[in-house]
């Protein structure tokens, strides 16, 4: 059984807010509490609390509908919140007052982690929608012009990513003594024969330029959240490298809950929950 709380506890809000003074905003709460059959964590009357962040969409149906059902059949109570922001969730996970988050991928993580000397670690890879770019004013890849602008997500790992996708459609080349891959820039551009208007753009916000620009990459939750599959990009990423990762901190690695995280989600049940249900997804690398 599962019971919904739709408001979000006040000391949670100035847990967040008080150490980074981050603004955020939290669009939905859900409470998720097991009333299944008894556990050994209920025989022995201990009840732990999981919280739990993902980004709207694909990655909070997997929590709600498999990943959380799951962890209440052993007792465990689960916090399922959805927050919009990209910062907030690490900032919490960090800092404790979540234990796990669900929107990004590794690399993302790692330059939360450098930049504010962070310690955070991935624990489980999900299914993730592939990157792609998409018709924005122009229709086809065939359509291109002198001059055409692209959109790109702004954050470093997804510029650089996007970057590799004009590559690989040959409309720009990359330096190839770029120090950092997963770092570039507009200076580690070798060659643009296009002439292309390369802009960087927020990621949640690239839906909203559509109508100002020629090509845009997206991200693949935000694409669905929007009602375009995936299917309808024109050209999508081929590296699985950038698969999400649940996330939690460093502290919580060896504890009971997510080492049983990692078996539920490597389990042949989601497994098969997941094949039909995000068909298409980029998969977990360890599932190969």
């Not at 927050?83 to 669900?102: F, H, K, Q, R, W």
């Not at 960087?200 to 935000?222: H, S, T, V």
């Not at 299917?231 to 504890?255: C, G, M, Q």
């Amino acid at each position: 059984m599962t019971k919904i709380e739709p408001s979000l506890p006040k000391r949670l809000i100035q847990r967040i807010k008080q150490p980074l003074k981050v603004i955020f905003t939290l669009s939905a709460l859900l409470l998720i509490t097991a009333c299944s059959e008894e556990s050994q964590a209920t025989k022995n009357h201990e009840t732990t609390l999981l919280r739990i962040s993902t980004a709207p969409g694909d990655f909070h149906d997997l929590v709600k509908e498999y990943l959380a059902p799951e962890l209440a059949k052993e007792g465990y109570q689960v916090e399922l919140l959805v927050i919009t922001d990209t910062v907030v969730p690490n900032v919490a996970v960090e800092e404790g007052s979540l234990e796990m988050n669900l929107f990004q991928h590794r690399p993302y993580m790692e330059e939360f982690n450098r930049n504010q000397k962070g310690k955070l670690v991935p624990l489980v890879q999900v299914p993730t929608a592939p990157y792609g770019i998409y018709p924005a004013k122009k229709q086809t890849i065939a359509a291109l012009t002198e001059g055409d602008s692209v959109g790109i997500p702004s954050n470093v790992t997804n510029f650089s990513r996007g970057l590799w996708i004009l590559e690989g459609l040959g409309w720009i080349t990359i330096k190839e003594d770029a120090p950092d891959r997963f770092h570039l820039t507009k200076r580690d551009i070798a060659t643009n024969p296009y002439n292309l208007d390369i802009k960087e753009i927020e990621a949640a916000q690239m839906l909203r330029a559509l109508p100002d620009i020629d090509y845009a990459i997206i991200n693949g939750k935000y694409a669905l959240d929007a009602g375009i599959h995936f299917t309808d990009a024109l050209y999508v990423e081929p590296s699985r490298h950038f698969v999400n990762w649940i996330v939690i901190h460093e502290r919580n690695k060896e504890s009971p809950w997510a080492k049983r995280v990692i078996e539920i989600v490597n389990s042949e049940g989601f497994k098969t929950y997941s094949a039909q249900t995000f068909k298409g997804y980029d998969l977990p690398l360890a599932w190969d």
